[in-house]
Every structure is written in structure tokens, then in C-alpha cells.
């Protein structure tokens, strides 16, 4: 139940495209939803996040949606650029505040 | 202060040797939180304090394993005798935190990790 499932596990993008990166959970106490972006030999890095009493969040390029009866939450990249090539996590949380990560995303956007 | 400190950036360690890592949050955070990353895998919780509380532990963290955050500033995590399986890079991290009410939780700012290479 404290799993965070995601995918896919490596995705290819033209410059310009859209990257979409899909995250599920079970635990239905989980109320705080982040993905976080991580260039090699750098910590993770808090992208965007959401709360279930919203379906979507926008900031820039970087969109969440969020689907609580389904318990699946995705993260839209538009426009991709090649600076946007990195691993990206999502992650869930709940009371104690103590994040639970998918197991990643290599993006990478090719020219 | 402009974000989280960890110290040394990488250690390389003989087996059976004790290691120190150092975390400096960031200073109106209360949380601070250790982590695990392996190559490929996302980041695993091992302890989290509120102020100079520690106030979970994971099963990962064997009593090899021993944090402490003293006055609630900065935070030590102690591996002794290390194994070649304590080799990954350990992050810190720092929050802010309530403890209760629809907006207790917030994002997480991570340091640049401490690379432990156990030989």
C-alpha cells in the first residue's frame, strides 16, 4: 500500500513534444502528490506539486493532473526542450510527511 | 542560506570502517529527512526528524545505522562497519512541517547528496 508506481521506466521526445509521465498509488491517505526533476550527480529537485482536492495543476511548461478515483496522477511536459532531459520521480505523501518515490523516469529530448 | 549543505560530496571507505555524514538544512526548516538512492532506483526514506526529534525510522535502517539532529539545526548520519551494501548516495533533505491540518505537508529541498563508495 506505501507503493508509488511508475511509468514508463525511459521515454524519447522530439524537441518541441509533449513528455507524459504517468504515477499510481494505493494508499488512499496519501494528499500531497510532487515530482521532482534530478540531473546526474545532483539531488532531486521539487518541480511541481499537487493536492487532491484539485484535477490539475499548471506551472509553465510543467502540468499535473490528478485523478483520485483512479488514484493515478500523470505529469504533462510541454513544448520539451533538450535542457529538460533528466530523471524525473514522482512521489506521494501523507500525515507524516514522509514522501514516497516512484522509481523514475529517464527523459531524454533529443534536438 | 540558499539551500541544503551535505558533507563530504563522496566518500570512499574501506568494509568495516565507520563513516559520518553531515546535513545543513535550511535554517527555518524544522524537518529534516535522510534518504537512500541507488543507481536507477528513486529515493528510499530511512529517518526523518522534526526539530531534535527523530520521529521515524525505517526498517532499511539497521542499528548500524544511527542519526541525530542535536538542537535541531544540523543532522549526522552514522553507518558503522560498513558493508558493500551501504554503497549508494545518501541525501538530505529539509521541509517545513506542521503537524496537523490540510496543508501540513510541503515540498522537500534536497542537498546534492554524499556518494558512499564502501571498497
Known amino acids: 500500500q506505501q507503493q508509488v508506481k511508475q511509468s514508463p521506466q525511459s521515454l524519447i521526445v522530439q524537441k518541441g513534444g509533449i513528455s507524459i509521465i504517468n504515477c499510481a498509488y494505493e494508499?488512499?491517505?496519501?494528499?500531497?502528490f510532487p515530482w521532482y526533476q534530478q540531473f546526474p550527480g545532483k539531488g532531486p529537485a521539487l518541480l511541481i506539486a499537487?493536492?487532491?482536492?484539485?484535477s490539475e495543476k499548471k506551472e509553465g511548461r510543467f502540468t499535473i493532473s490528478f485523478n483520485k478515483s483512479a488514484k493515478q496522477f500523470s505529469l504533462h511536459i510541454m513544448d520539451s526542450q533538450p535542457g529538460d532531459s533528466a530523471t524525473y520521480f514522482c512521489?506521494?505523501?501523507?500525515?507524516?510527511?514522509?514522501?514516497?518515490f516512484g522509481t523514475g523516469t529517464l527523459l531524454a529530448v533529443q534536438p | 542560506d540558499t539551500g541544503v549543505s551535505q558533507d563530504p560530496r563522496h566518500k570512499i571507505t574501506k568494509r568495516g570502517q565507520n563513516v559520518t555524514f553531515r546535513c545543513d538544512p535550511i535554517?527555518?526548516?524544522?524537518?529534516l529527512y535522510w534518504y537512500r538512492q541507488t543507481l536507477g532506483q528513486g529515493p528510499e526514506f530511512l529517518t526523518y526528524?522534526?526539530?531534535?526529534?527523530?520521529?521515524?525510522k525505517s526498517r532499511l535502517l539497521s542499528d548500524r545505522f544511527s542519526a541525530e539532529r542535536p538542537k535541531g539545526s544540523f543532522s549526522t548520519l552514522e553507518i558503522q562497519r560498513t558493508e558493500q551494501g551501504d554503497s549508494a548516495m545518501y541525501l538530505c533533505?529539509?521541509?517545513?512541517?506542521?503537524?496537523?491540518?490540510?496543508?501540513?505537508?510541503?515540498?522537500?529541498?534536497f542537498g546534492s547528496g554524499t556518494r558512499l563508495t564502501v571498497v
Open positions: 533533505a529539509s521541509s517545513l512541517g506542521q503537524a496537523k491540518g490540510p496543508r501540513r505537508n510541503y515540498g522537500y529541498t
Open positions: 494508499n488512499t491517505a496519501f494528499d500531497y
Open positions: 499537487i493536492r487532491p482536492d484539485v
Open positions: 512521489a506521494a505523501s501523507g500525515a507524516t510527511n514522509k514522501l514516497i
Open positions: 535554517s527555518e526548516h524544522n524537518r
Open positions: 526528524f522534526q526539530n531534535e526529534a527523530q520521529l521515524e
